[in-house]
């Protein structure tokens, strides 16, 4: 089976840090996305990446930025925690452009 | 733009009662369809999809049918379980390259 790892599953952080959120996938994969997760909103996608080096904004991609320097693992960049980046964030693969397999999921907390 | 609309939730039922959660779209051309649970303190799991008109998927007791006539992807089961109790999302492939697009998730809870 396909497994998608996030680093951490809780995490807590301070007004304007820099924040990274790591996944790793091990099944080679060439597709790899970001959503967050808001009660009442739903998922939302942020960033994703069909290719190493490869970066698309998706419908939320303000306060972030993305790292995919290996084809495994696909970063989310925080540039400066704000209170309003407190959520749960979402990472996916796939092989084609759907049939995603998702992480378990980190829940920020920026305090 | 492509979009999923699903019935607010929660829904509370009691076990062995039967499960409607509504799902329509909106979509141009032909989209495939997905419906994915979410356990409490999880991530997203694929419960079942279909990929073209009438195709019905299932999976571990759920059903849905891809209904073009009426833009609809409604997820069923006959009888549900306290081990049903989770978040249940419709999708559809869409967006500029096909990635997902979901719903917004209808909470389901079932008690003994």
């Known amino acids: 089976d396909v497994k998608v790892t996030q680093s951490s599953r809780y995490l807590v952080k301070r007004t304007g840090e820099k924040v990274f959120l790591e996944c790793v996938q091990d099944?080679?994969?060439?597709?790899m996305f970001w959503y967050r997760q808001d009660p009442g909103l739903g998922l939302r996608l942020i960033y994703f990446?069909?290719?190493?080096?490869?970066?698309e904004k998706g419908d939320i991609p303000e306060g972030y930025s993305v790292s995919r320097e290996k084809k495994e693992r696909f970063s989310l960049i925080l540039e400066s925690a704000s209170t309003n980046q407190t959520s749960m964030y979402l990472c996916?693969?796939?092989?084609?452009?759907?049939?995603?397999?998702f992480g378990s999921g980190t829940r920020l907390t920026v305090v | 733009g492509d979009s999923v609309t699903q019935m607010e939730g929660p829904v509370t039922l009691s076990e062995e009662a039967f499960l409607t959660i509504n799902c329509t779209y909106t979509?141009?051309?032909?989209?495939?369809l997905f419906w994915y649970v979410q356990y409490p303190g999880e991530g997203l799991q694929l419960l079942l999809k279909?990929?073209?008109?009438?195709d019905k998927g299932s999976n571990k007791g759920f059903e849905a049918t891809y209904r073009k006539e009426t833009t609809s992807f409604h997820l069923e089961k006959g009888s549900v379980q306290v081990s049903d109790s989770a978040v249940y999302f419709c999708?559809?492939?869409?967006?500029?390259?096909?990635?997902?697009?979901f719903g917004k998730g209808t909470k389901l809870s079932v008690k003994p």
């Open positions: 996916a693969s796939s092989l084609e452009p759907y049939g995603y397999t």
């Open positions: 099944m080679d994969h060439e597709n």
């Open positions: 990446s069909y290719d190493v080096k490869m970066k």
């Open positions: 979509a141009t051309g032909y989209p495939s």
């Open positions: 279909a990929t073209k008109a009438d």
């Open positions: 999708a559809l492939t869409g967006g500029s390259q096909g990635n997902l697009i």
